[in-house]
């Protein structure tokens, strides 16, 4: 999901030749919600709304079981403990 246009989402959906759909949210609507709005970046920047690095665990009932992000853009949560909180939800 990301806040680029729709022109973008297209041409990276045709170039990769993707099997499942890029959702657009203009407003970043979705970053908010998930309290992963990365706060380095204030009102007016033009980084403005990009979310920290991170994933969401999405159970099969489509429900967000756990959120994994990390400050900065250059590092990401450590798999291991990904893994492993996935694991512990899932038993």
């Not at 709005?37 to 709304?49: E, I, K, T, V």
């Amino acid at each position: 999901m990301t806040y680029d246009s729709l022109e973008v989402l297209d041409t990276f959906h045709f170039e990769n030749q993707l099997q499942f759909p890029l959702l657009h949210d203009p407003d970043a609507k979705h970053v908010n919600a998930y309290g992963v709005r990365d706060p380095d970046y204030s009102f007016g920047h033009s980084a403005y709304g990009v979310p920290q690095a991170g994933m969401l665990f999405v159970s099969a009932q489509g429900l967000v079981r756990d959120k994994f992000a990390v400050p900065g853009y250059r590092d990401r949560p450590p798999l291991d403990e990904v893994y492993a909180a996935i694991a512990e939800r899932t038993r």
